[in-house]
């Protein structure tokens, strides 16, 4: 196993435990805010209106936040939604790391010189010789790459293609892993139909009450029905606009590494 593996490999070891520990974070904390804010209050509007209800007042419900937000399914969105922003916080994070890198002068190549195939290995050092996360960036790989296959083969045109074929396979990595982001994307609003039809259901099961007269159990449940599919729509569109975001931040990150490589090592190669 060669280096680049294996800090290929503790990378997706730590991505792995930071995405656990980032959904058993947003469970607990999603949980407590339900317990101790949420529920306690949707349940004391909802004694409120039947209070008022029974009380013979005629009084327009009012559509609260904790009233919309207090069922479970509302409570598994708003946890999906915070668990896929960590995991695009730790990818956008990453991104924003090779942009730094970007910044720096990691090729002591000066303007008018030519690089041989002899100077690749001296080139390389400074590289090799970065802390171990730079070293895993796309930048810096893809730039021992170039320089690895100029010392050995001393054709120009083999080192724009391992550069090339670097910067293909980070984007094919970048888009396989955000499978679990765009999982949850579609998980969201299934869940909030989940919610949809548990609702129906609940509301058809007391049929025969609202026959006689009694339609607050109908309407609560219908209200479940239309709440969590509303809320779960909505957490949703967030997720995917973010999403979307990131993959642009992503892209443009792939093509500024690569248009580097062209200007500071390519456009320096001369082989006699």
Same mark, same amino acid.
């Given at each position: ?10 990378s ?14 947003? @469970?607990? *904390?999603?949980?407590?805010?339900y317990?101790? /804010? ?7 509007? +909802? ?31 708003? @946890? ?7 995991? +695009? ?7 924003? $790391? ?7 002068? /990691? ?30 960036? =796309? ?11 100029? $010392?050995?083969t ?6 724009s ?16 892993? /955000? ?11 299934? @869940? ?7 609702g ?16 607050? $159990?109908?309407?609560?449940? *219908? ?9 779960? =729509? ?5 997720? +995917? ?13 792939? =093509? ?8 500071? *090592?390519l ?6």
């Amino acid at each position: 196993m060669n280096a680049n593996q294996k800090l290929s490999n503790n990378s997706h070891s730590s991505e792995f435990l930071y995405q656990v520990f980032a959904l058993l974070t947003a @469970i607990i *904390l999603v949980h407590a805010l339900y317990l101790t /804010l949420i529920r306690p209050n949707a349940a004391a509007i +909802m004694e409120e209106q039947l209070a008022r209800e029974a009380a013979g007042e005629t009084a327009v419900a009012e559509r609260s936040f904790y009233t919309v937000v207090k069922d479970y399914e509302q409570e598994t969105c708003f @946890i999906l939604l915070i668990w896929s922003l960590a995991i +695009m916080g730790f990818k956008a994070r990453r991104a924003l $790391g090779e942009r730094q890198l970007l910044q720096q002068t /990691l090729l002591q190549i000066g303007e008018g010189n030519r690089v041989l195939p002899e100077d690749a290995r001296q080139l390389s050092r400074p590289l090799e010789a970065l802390p171990e996360p730079q070293r895993g960036l =796309l930048l810096t790989r893809a730039l021992l790459a170039g320089l690895q296959r100029f $010392g050995a083969t001393r054709n120009i045109q083999d080192v724009s293609s391992a550069i090339n074929d670097v910067c293909d396979s980070e984007s094919d990595r970048l888009d396989a892993e /955000l499978s679990m982001v765009r999982y949850i994307a579609w998980a969201i609003p299934s @869940i909030g139909f989940i919610g949809t039809v548990r609702g129906i259901g609940e509301a058809l099961s007391q049929a025969h009450r609202a026959v006689q007269g009694d339609i607050v $159990g109908v309407t609560s449940s *219908l209200g479940v029905a239309f709440n969590s599919t509303f809320i779960a =729509l909505v957490i949703s569109i967030v997720v +995917m606009f973010c999403m979307h975001q990131l993959q642009l931040l992503q892209e443009r990150q792939v =093509l500024d590494i690569h248009n580097y490589c062209d200007q500071q *090592l390519l456009r320096h190669l001369k082989t006699d």
